[in-house]
């Protein structure tokens, strides 16, 4: 039985949407609109404000491998992760000239020392750096987070968007709550039917809509969910399946993802895009909008590597995670030289060698595109998952 | 080319370095004792340090990050650092966490050979860097004690806003000073905080004095590898101490001695005679090879005018002050003021301007693979200060602890280079 | 007459300029780099003596010749008998060498000492062929040359007796290292100069006066300044050492004096170098110790496709569909290649992949100390390969616009120009 | 059922026969080396593997599955394939039974595998994509110093004044090399101080994969052993708590180890019913 054509074509134009580096998504809808686009990185951004003032957030997540790095590594020392450097790359060739402004959320220390270089390259265009806040109480964290957010919003104003309304963001919440159900939807289906969403085809997805309005990015993940649902001509395979953590900011290339799924791994969790499952349920639509905004950030959001969160509440986080997706095995899979990654790892690693779950690591680059050892390391570690399971 | 020696051979040490030695030693002794005196401890960083705050509740301040670069001096960090990576820690990551936890599996000795207390609270006052707030996560994991966290605000803009300041008065309000109360079952004393307050703002007018002196032709000191010692104790435990207003005071009076004398900066090796280069310095020094990298400088005549690391711990020289008068606005403007948490217009701008103030022959940029916080942007500091200044920059790579990533053979290379470059450029500029 | 010597003791090859007291070049030397720093200085001087001296050589022979148009034709054919003569005598010394391991093998086999024989004689036969006119020799160096016909007879002659080929590549590689570290074996100029001029019966007998004139003059140094990778271990006074940077700027500028902007690509690193209007370095750039994007790299690569050195730019340059290389790592990447080579990609692509790859890591280098400015010189062992000039002009048009773009010939000798031009100022400032 | 095994490296293709009949339990029967050498690596194969069904006695017709490892997955008459620490710890256990770890040295890659008295992977630790400190390094080296592999591992031993070597470029190794002999130092000194940074790095693989007790050195480097000395030195230096063995087959664990698994799994397709070579396909990665 052969695939659903539409099935077919709707990846088909996801993927074309992921490989266009120069944003011309973006520059269409420029044109069509009149609009605003603001891109942020990694990892999260209340697209939520943006979107109310009629903004379009535009999810930048670095590079390819494809991209020829030339300028981008005259600002970075090999001992750097390779996110920015693709960044500035691509900002210095011309393909963001779209963007009106960059977001910088606090990530670490790279993307942060990363606003200033922007500055003083793209002095033109709005930098502003998102100090998302480490303290969790609404009236001191809160309080902080909610004037940083005021002053985005005033900026955007500035640059001639949308002053922002409680009416327009509550319409935006609810047009991303709707958004965000879908993609835990998505992940529920993988996690249940792996053989029917492909890791490497849901990621172009979760990519594609990055560069989309959320209406047409809710469209989509809609009809991806239906169409891959109902396929009957994928069929399951003998694989063992794989927790993904680590991804969270340089993103793995695409091919790596092929390759951990033709190594015989099916992958029913990840931290990949993660800007998508940050907030982890339903941000309410009455009361104080931007108020809730904050709140959930405070309340509600992954126990990513880049908060502090005491005790061991990421550890916790993580078994549960792999226990609710039924993972044979974790795969920690970090950028190189990615510092919140991997100095979590450690932590993360005891906390799921307390459990019975097998684990192994490795480091990737996103501009990779050698993947002998990876695909070796990820093999054995599947074959043995196969071979000895229940043995 | 080498008519006079450059390094005379005679080393020795100054009264104010004895002082110093003394007052180190003497709160590594506090420390070892700590746990029978019932002393509490906590374990904080030197960017955004709130020592005065620690020690108006009588708790004693253990620096990791000195511990650290202490143990590189004394050559241990390349056995912590494989101890840290045998337990899972990546070799990409900043080494002075790999090292401090590498110290602490191998029995927490200190750098006077003395065990360190374990901590009874983390003060995470994470100024400048998020690997800070990691290393405590790895901490809190051993320990189990309280954590208190002060989440201090990035200056992207280059400057200090009023929601800035309130936020971090607000966590220190309603975290960090409850938790010490809690910690050592002990009231806030804001008097007692005022007094060390003023003791350091007179301790730090002598340092900015201090370091000011480079701008003497020749300069007295040498502002990044003599800078490191000068800036020890007020960077580290003793802010705000008696102990601290009297050494830099006799430091400052020693440094005015050398001035009347026309004297270069001392060394290890014995004294510069011959000033041959004037240098800016960005960048951390490598601890591991401190002497010999220093000796690569002194050997060529270069001194260092002025350097960011020694404004890790608060930079002074723009006019900061502890201010007794607004105890905790003053701590906040301080954590939110240290070098490396400012944007990267603003460390080209201070950099441009040392050059100029200074009249440095050109700069130098130490890039160490350990610190982003540090090192991710410095290619752009580069070409900007270079463009700005018209002065010929530098660059070389090694690390802060790890050995592996100290090639003498490369740096000297680098460096020789460099000075050549600065000689040929200014017979150039006279023929 | 008088001269000053540059010497750029480099990581593979080791070069020398000679310079009269005029600062025109004399002639230029260049030998492999080896072990003994000693030895590779002065056969590159040696090598930059017979140089100027066949260039004195053409000088006077223009003037005396019988037929003054067929005067270059013969200075080639002598140089050409000069240098077989010169060949033939380190394989003597190879030979010898050869026979001195095998008498020292624990478990000798009976056929080897055959089988040293047969080589020996065989590529004794071949010299003359080697060095016929037209003739294309895969590198400059006897090592390579010596080196690369050996393996092949060794193979066939393994094959033919069942001799292990190990031993027999083993064997060479330990004779060769003599070979090399004997200043010696490659003979002296007037000896071979005698012998290459009896391999030309019948020619102008003004040749032999010529030959005679130019042998008989004293040359006479009156300064030296030693550079490149090794220049700490010379054998020079530490006054007299000169960092490569600054003596690529210089020779660079003194070649092309409208140069902004240097980049030499050595055997094993990449420097990126900018120059004021008088030659003085305002920046640069080093690349770290990784063979990926130098010299080396490509030699790593013809070594693994036993190609020479000089036959990879022209191979790459049929390429019109250059394949991405995944491998960053050297050898992974010769891995990679024969990987891609059994899966049946073209070997021009591949190579053209190769090339690009260490011209991207050069532009990285590029921007890092400031850019391509008008002019540009390009110099280091591999700016002789044409494909990586081509991907390298492609590269700089694109990314900084047009740009004069220098090459020289002689750009290899770059940075022993400039020491010799600093050699000179200090022998004139004494 | 006689299987082979066919391990593709990209140094030296090895080949083994077992057999795994009843009676007898489990029987090496032949293994045959070819190293490379830069030539087409498949063709080496076709004659490596003719060689080794010569040397053992049988025809092609007798080998009931043909399991390839290493980069073998393009070996056109393979049956299945297995990856390279499956087969390394499978071929290890046989050489070694008390062995639970296993480090398969090869020309480019080292890695640590950490298993259980069935050869079960338990953990296992790789190295980088840098091939400084590899065999390929260590066989530049040696070249350049006109030292036979076979001679590598007793000039090394008699080495007494080590000279340090930190993380060197295995291409530019030979500069690094050029300079040491220039300062003096000998060949075995160079030698030794080669083993010991190579040791210290695949001790720290050793370490972070969490071997134990008896471990099997296997792959090229086994066979050295100036290296096998120095590994010993370090775990004894670093008080690992680490038995390092080596065999004379550990050249040939990998694929000792693939025709292992590949009788095991041509048994247990037959126990599900399932033809050859089909079903065997299936295994082999895309
Ligand atoms: N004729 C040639 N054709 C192509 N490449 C060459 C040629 N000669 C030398 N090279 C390249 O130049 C490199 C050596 O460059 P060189 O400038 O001599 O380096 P170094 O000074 O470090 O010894 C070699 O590794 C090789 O790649
Ligand atoms: N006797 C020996 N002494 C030292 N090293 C050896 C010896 N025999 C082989 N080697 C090394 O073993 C490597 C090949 O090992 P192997 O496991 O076959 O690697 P691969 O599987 O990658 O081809 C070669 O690089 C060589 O350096
Ligand atoms: S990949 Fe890691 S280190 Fe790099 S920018 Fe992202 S979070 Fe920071
Ligand atoms: S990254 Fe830099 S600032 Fe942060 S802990 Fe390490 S050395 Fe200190
Ligand atoms: S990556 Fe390869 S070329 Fe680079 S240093 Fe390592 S071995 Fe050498």
């Known amino acids: 039985m052969s695939e659903d054509p539409r099935l077919t074509a709707l990846v088909d134009r996801a993927g074309a949407l992921f490989r266009d580096q120069a944003l011309a998504a973006v520059r269409e809808w420029k044109a069509r609109t009149g609009g605003l686009a603001v891109g942020f990185l990694p990892i999260y951004v209340p697209r939520e404000l943006l979107h109310a003032q009629g903004v379009l957030p535009v999810g930048l997540m670095g590079g390819r491998p494809d991209l020829e790095i030339i300028k981008g590594d005259a600002y970075y020392q090999s001992y750097i992760c390779h996110l920015p450097r693709s960044t500035v790359e691509l900002g210095l060739n011309g393909s963001y000239d779209a963007l009106d402004g960059l977001i910088f959320p606090a990530i670490c220390d790279v993307i942060r020392n990363l606003s200033g270089m922007w500055q003083m390259l793209f002095p033109k265009v709005l930098v502003h750096y998102l100090d998302v806040p480490q303290n969790f109480d609404p009236a001191i964290g809160g309080a902080f987070y909610r004037r940083d957010l005021e002053s985005l919003s005033q900026a955007l104003e500035a640059r001639g968007a949308r002053a922002l309304t409680a009416a327009a963001l509550r319409q ?18 993988r996690r249940r039917e792996p053989w029917k969403v492909p890791t490497h085809e849901l990621y172009v997805v979760l990519r594609a809509a990055l560069l989309v309005p959320v209406e047409e990015s809710t469209t989509m993940f809609a009809e991806y969910l239906a169409l891959a649902s109902a396929d009957r001509s994928r069929r399951p395979q003998d694989q063992a399946r794989v927790l993904v953590t680590g991804s969270f900011c340089e993103q793995p290339p695409l091919a790596l993802i092929k390759t951990l799924e033709r190594a015989g791994c099916y992958i029913v969790d990840d931290d990949f895009v993660q800007v998508h499952r940050f907030i982890r349920s339903d941000i309410p639509v009455d009361g104080d909008p931007l108020q809730s905004i904050v709140d959930a950030l405070l309340t509600d959001a992954v126990a990513s590597p880049t908060r502090y969160i005491a005790d061991e509440v990421k550890g916790a986080d993580l078994n549960q995670r792999a226990a609710e997706s039924g993972a044979e095995g974790v795969l920690f899979c970090a950028a190189s030289f990615c510092d919140p990654a991997l100095l979590d790892q450690p932590m993360a690693v005891r906390a799921v060698e307390r459990t019975a779950i097998p684990w192994t690591a490795f480091k990737y680059a996103e501009n990779n595109g050698q993947f002998q050892v990876i695909r070796e390391q990820a093999g054995t570690f599947a074959d043995s998952i196969k071979l000895w399971s229940g043995a | 080319m080498s008519a006079a020696p450059i390094v005379a051979t005679t080393a020795h040490k100054d009264s104010s370095q004895v002082r110093q030695k003394e007052m180190i030693a003497r709160h590594f002794d506090r420390l070892a004792a700590a746990p029978d005196t019932g002393t509490r401890c906590a374990y904080t960083f030197v960017p955004g340090n709130l020592t005065e705050l620690l020690l108006s509740f009588d708790v004693l301040p253990v620096l990791p990050e000195i511990n650290a670069l202490q143990s590189a001096m004394r050559g241990k960090t390349a056995e912590y650092i494989a101890a840290a990576e045998k ?35 983390l003060l995470l006052s994470y100024t400048g860097c998020f690997t800070f707030m990691k290393w405590f996560e790895l901490l809190r994991e051993e320990y189990h004690c309280p954590v208190a966290m002060l989440h201090v605000p990035y200056q992207a803009d280059g400057r200090i806003t009023d929601s800035m300041r309130t936020y971090v008065v607000d966590q220190l309000k309603n975290v960090v000073i409850p938790k010490l109360e809690e910690v050592t079952g002990r009231q806030y004393d804001e008097d007692r905080l005022r007094a060390h307050l003023a003791r350091s703002a007179q301790a730090e007018d002598d340092l900015v004095w201090v370091l000011q002196s480079a701008k ?47 004297k270069g900066p001392v060394t290890p090796d014995g004294e510069v005679e011959r000033e041959r280069f004037r240098i800016v310095v960005e960048g951390p020094p490598n601890w591991t090879s401190f002497r010999q990298f220093w000796k690569m400088f002194a050997d060529e005549g270069a001194v260092a005018v002025a350097s960011t690391y020694s404004k890790v711990g608060g930079v002074y020289d723009l006019g900061f002050r502890h201010d007794p008068d607004h105890p905790l606005e003053t701590l906040a403007e301080y954590c939110l003021g240290c070098y490396t948490n400012l944007s990267l217009p603003t460390r080209i701008d201070l950099l441009t301007r040392y050059l100029s103030e200074y009249r440095a022959d050109g700069f130098l940029i130490n890039s160490v693979k350990s610190c982003n916080s540090f090192s991710a942007g410095q290619l752009h500091i580069l070409r900007e200060v270079e463009a700005r200044s018209g002065r010929p920059g530098g660059f070389i790579e090694s690390d802060l602890v790890d050995p592996r990533y100290f090639s003498a053979a490369n740096i000297k290379n680098r460096l020789e280079s460099y000075f050549q470059m600065l000689d040929q450029k200014r017979a150039g500029a006279s023929s | 007459m008088n001269y000053t010597v540059g010497i750029d003791l480099g990581s593979t090859t080791t070069k020398a300029v000679v310079l009269g007291e005029d600062g025109a070049v004399l002639g230029r030397g260049i030998t492999n780099s080896r072990s003994n720093y000693d030895v590779a200085c002065s056969v590159a001087l040696s090598e930059a003596l017979i140089n100027a001296r066949f260039s004195l050589i053409a000088g006077e022979f223009q003037s005396i010749a019988r037929d003054p148009a067929q005067a270059p034709t013969l200075i080639g054919a002598l140089e050409r008998k000069f240098r077989a003569e010169q060949y033939r005598s380190q394989l003597r010394v190879l030979d010898t060498e050869l026979r001195r391991f095998l008498s020292r093998l624990l478990t000798r086999p009976p056929a080897a000492t055959g089988i040293v024989d047969r080589i020996a004689g065989r590529m004794t036969a071949e010299v003359d062929a080697l060095y016929a006119e037209g003739a294309r020799r895969k590198s400059d160096f006897f090592r390579d040359l010596a080196g690369s016909r050996y393996l092949a007879l060794a193979e066939e002659e393994a094959r033919a007796t069942g001799v292990s080929f190990d031993l027999l590549a083993g064997l060479f590689d330990k004779a060769i290292l003599d070979v090399e570290n004997s200043a010696e074996a490659a003979g002296r100029f007037d000896e071979h100069a005698a012998v290459a001029l009896e391999a030309l019966p019948g020619a102008d007998p003004a040749l032999t006066t010529a030959v005679a004139r130019v042998s008989a003059r004293t040359l006479e140094q009156i300064g030296s300044v030693g550079t490149g990778y090794g220049r700490q271990r010379l054998p020079f006074p530490e006054g007299r050492i000169r960092s490569e940077i600054l003596c690529h700027g210089l020779g660079a500028h003194s070649m092309f004096p409208r140069t902004r902007t240097v980049l030499d690509i050595g055997g094993q690193d990449t420097k990126a170098i900018q120059v004021d209007e008088q030659g003085i370095v305002t920046s640069f750039q080093m690349n770290d110790r990784c063979a990926a994007g130098c010299g080396r790299y490509l030699g790593y690569i013809a070594d693994e496709m036993s190609l020479g050195l000089h036959e990879l730019g022209p191979i790459a340059s049929q390429s019109s569909a250059p394949v991405r290389i995944n491998s960053t790592c050297t050898v992974f990447a010769g891995a990679e290649l024969r990987e891609r080579l059994s899966l049946g990609e073209r070997r021009e692509d591949i190579l053209a992949g190769l090339h690009r790859a260490i011209v991207l890591r050069a532009m990285s280098l590029l921007a890092r100390s400031g850019g391509v400015k008008d002019e540009f010189t390009f110099t280091g062992g591999v700016a002789r390969n044409q494909a990586a000039v081509a991907a390298l002009r492609t590269l700089v048009e694109e990314n900084y616009g047009a740009r004069t773009v220098n090459i020289s010939e002689d750009s290899i000798y770059t940075g022993a120009l400039g020491a010799a031009l600093f050699a000179l100022r200090n022998a004139a400032a004494a | 059922m006689i299987t082979t095994g066919i391990d593709v490296g990209s140094a030296a293709i090895k080949v083994a026969v077992v057999d795994t009949g009843d009676q007898a339990g489990e029987q090496f029967l032949a293994g045959v080396t070819e190293r490379v050498r830069r030539r087409d690596s498949l063709a080496v194969v ?10 053992a006695g049988v025809t092609r017709a007798d080998v009931g599955y043909v399991a390839t490892t290493g980069e073998g997955e393009s070996v056109p008459f393979r049956t299945g394939h297995f990856y390279g620490m499956t087969t390394h710890a499978r071929g290890g256990l046989f050489l070694e039974p008390a062995a639970r770890g296993v480090v398969d040295i090869g020309a480019l890659h080292a890695r640590a595998v950490r298993m259980d008295e069935h050869a079960r992977v338990l953990g296992y630790r790789m190295t980088s994509q840098c091939a400084s400190g590899s065999g390929q390094f260590l066989e530049n080296i040696a070249r350049y110093l006109g030292v036979t592999l076979e001679e590598i591992g007793r000039l090394s031993r008699t080495g007494d004044a080590p000279e340090a070597c930190s993380s060197i470029c295995a291409v530019l190794a030979e500069t690094d090399v050029i300079n040491m002999v220039s300062r ?65 087959q550990s050249m040939l664990a990998g694929a000792i180890g693939a025709a292992l698994w590949g009788a095991f799994r041509a048994r247990r397709l037959a126990g599900l019913g399932r033809r050859l070579p089909a079903g065997a396909a299936e295994l082999a990665s895309s």
């Not at chain 2, 070799?91 to 360190?116: A, F, H, W």
């Not at chain 2, 010692?229 to 050494?247: C, E, L």
């Open chain 4, 184 to 248: 003096g130092i000998t060949i075995p000194n160079i030698l030794r101080g080669i083993h010991q940074s190579m040791a210290g790095r695949y001790l720290k693989l050793v370490v972070s994969a969490g071997l134990k007790d008896v471990v099997l050195i296997t792959g090229g480097l086994a066979a050295d052993e100036g290296l096998m000395a120095a590994l010993a030195e370090a775990a004894i230096a670093q008080k690992s708590p680490v038995d390092i063995r080596s065999h004379p």
């Open chain 4, 46 to 55: 076709e004659t490596a593997y003719q060689a080794a069904l010569d040397s």
């Open chain 1, 172 to 189: 935006s919440i609810a047009l991303y709550n709707e958004n965000r159900r879908l993609v835990r939807e998505l992940y529920a289906l």
């Open chain 2, 216 to 262: 003497n032709v020749p300069s007295p000191i040498d502002a990044y590898f003599g800078a490191v010692y000068y800036v020890g104790p007020i960077f580290s435990a003793f802010r705000g101490t008696a102990d601290a207003v009297d050494y830099y005071r006799e430091l400052r009076e020693e440094i005015a001695g050398r001035i009347r004398q026309g």
């Open chain 2, 87 to 121: 337990l899972g820690h990546s070799e990409d990551v900043c080494t002075y966490v790999k090292s401090d936890i590498g110290m602490m599996k191998s029995g927490n000795i200190g750098p006077t050979g003395q065990r360190l207390p374990s901590p009874d609270l």
